[in-house]
């Protein structure tokens, strides 16, 4: 049985180089984060094991690799790239990762928050245009955070904002609890948050979950912060939202459509602080990440499923 890495970039392909070392699985790396879900059938010529990092894998395409059985995705969002219950009627299986980054990417939120805060983006923007640009900014100490799905990533975000002194409010579907966090219906969460950022998984259940009436029960002047999935969002009213005031800030690491398209509104806008989906992008979690990889590969071979 064997697998290859199909969109290996630089980074993720020195990593599993490094951690497969002499383990002797039959694991080969395509080094080319750029391919086009056209180019897998070619591209994996009967190996039965798919590592794919972000490239789409339509159910159509995916029929078309002979012996494919198995998609090892490198997250936890396999649903923004593929349709894993159409894939599965097709002899597909779908394995996701959990957990590999969570402190990474709650590092990155709570970034996205202080930068929101303080309007540091767009003040950077004007003093490298020449403008002595000042603007006034958001108090974090005594404020609320409401934390919108609770997993490893939420609990990471709560850890380090109670440590700066923020009251953390957390909604999740299932009931839960956790040290310093109060649980709250939806709509309190989002009348009393001065910051608001979603931890949530994207599903058929959850895309739009942040739909333009939630959005208009947010506290006036709220800051958003999304490190899960662009499609949580309705984009069109959190625009609304970021033009008008109602949204003062929104710290983006996702967006609807990746990479964001060049002149996309959302970088017209100076109330707006940009990462391009690199929230996970640390040395610890890449290898947290391509070891479970690989576990699950270890796995498949040796049992098949």
């Given at each position: 049985m064997r697998a290859l890495f199909v969109d290996?970039?630089?980074?993720?392909?020195?990593?599993?180089?490094?951690?497969?070392?002499?383990?002797?699985?039959p694991v080969a790396i395509n080094r080319n984060a750029g391919i086009k879900p056209d180019d897998l059938p070619g591209l994996l010529d009967g190996a039965e094991?798919?590592?794919?990092?972000?490239t789409a894998v339509p159910t159509a395409v995916a029929a078309k690799c002979s012996g494919l059985k198995h998609?090892?995705?490198?997250?936890?969002?396999?649903?923004?790239y593929m349709n894993p219950d159409e894939l599965s009627q097709h002899g597909i299986a779908v394995h996701t990762i959990k957990g590999y980054g969570d402190t990474a990417v709650a590092e990155c939120?709570?970034?996205l928050m202080w930068a929101s805060s303080k309007s540091f983006g767009e003040m950077d923007r004007g003093m490298r245009a020449g403008n002595w640009l000042r603007r006034d900014a958001?108090?974090?100490?005594?404020?609320?955070?409401?934390?919108?799905?609770?997993?490893?990533?939420?609990?990471?975000?709560?850890?380090?904002?109670?440590?700066?002194?923020?009251?953390?409010?957390?909604?999740?579907?299932?009931a839960k609890s956790h040290p310093g966090v109060e649980f709250v219906p939806l709509e309190k969460l989002l009348a009393e948050s001065h910051v608001v950022s979603l931890h949530l998984l994207l599903s058929d259940d959850t895309k739009?979950?942040?739909?333009?009436?939630?959005?208009?029960?947010m506290r006036p002047g709220a800051i958003l912060i999304n490190t899960a999935r662009g499609a949580l969002v309705d984009e069109d009213a959190m625009i609304d939202g970021l033009r008008s005031g109602h949204i003062a800030h929104a710290g983006l690491d996702v967006f609807t459509v990746e990479p964001l398209p060049a002149g996309h509104v959302l970088t017209t806008l100076p109330n707006v602080t940009l990462s391009a989906h690199s929230?996970?992008?640390t040395p610890e979690a890449s290898d947290n990440l391509?070891?479970?990889?690989?576990?699950?590969?270890?796995?498949?071979?040796?049992?098949?499923?």
């Open positions: 290996a970039n630089d980074t993720l392909a020195a990593v599993t180089e490094k951690l497969l070392g002499s383990q002797g699985l094991i798919m590592i794919v990092d972000h998609i090892v995705f490198l997250g936890t969002g396999a649903r923004s939120a709570i970034a958001m108090q974090l100490t005594g404020k609320t955070l409401g934390l919108i799905g609770f997993g490893g990533i939420a609990a990471e975000a709560a850890r380090m904002a109670l440590g700066c002194g923020m009251k953390v409010l957390a909604w999740n579907r299932t739009g979950f942040l739909s333009r009436d939630r959005i208009a029960a929230a996970f992008r391509i070891g479970a990889a690989l576990e699950h590969c270890r796995r498949i071979i040796a049992t098949g499923r």
